[in-house]
């Protein structure tokens, strides 16, 4: 008697900011479960390259004619799960704040990923999912350290973001989930954190996994915790 084949399909998966630290992990997760990964960045790496990935670089997603020039490069491609992962963090205190340092946190924290969202939809595969990688730093009810205005604004913005995008999207049966990694240790901490990347990346993809209209809109830890805004 034949059993039933249970394989799972190829998704076809588009990462930004997937040179280095948990944009590579999760181009290295998807690839070894064997998705199709579009991997997106300024610029590549080596360990990317090692990957296999489909890798279009010079891509700055705070700028409008690089974007176009994104889309024009995946003309005729359908995307399954659009991960928005780059980001940048940097610190402010009061008393001492770069107010153009908080600027360019907006434009690729919060932005950048409402931007090339709209930009893409159009190659938006049926059913297909949105990821935003979020930080908690960006919930209000958790903030109880201040400081980091930039990081803590620019991401709460994004939130705000991805709840709209999971109103506006889920009559065209796109999900959306808002997600943080956790503390991990990349270049971006100055490798302080208490999980590793790999670790972090392999989370992300559950929960992506696990990611249907019926829950979407949700702001989650990594772990599947679902966290205050």
Known sequence: MGGTCNKRAMKTVLVTGASRGIGLELCRVLRSRGDNVIAV????????AGLGARTITDINVT?????????RALEGT????????AGILRGESLGSIDYNSIREQFETNALAPLRLTERLLPLLAPGA????????MGSIA?????????YRMSKAALNMAGASLARDLEAKGYAVVILHPGY??????????????KEAAEQLVARIDELTL???GRFLHASGEVLPW
């Open 41 to 48: 960045c300024r610029r590549p790496s080596s360990d990317l």
């Open 63 to 71: 700028d409008e004619r690089s974007i176009a020039s994104l889309a």
């Open 78 to 85: 359908r995307i399954d799960v659009l991960i928005h992962n």
């Open 129 to 136: 999912k949105i990821a935003l990688m979020t930080s908690r």
């Open 142 to 150: 958790d903030n109880t350290s201040g400081s980091m205005y930039g």
């Open 184 to 197: 991990v240790r990349t270049e971006m901490t100055g490798g302080h954190g208490n999980i590793e990347p």
């Open 214 to 216: 019926a829950t979407t």
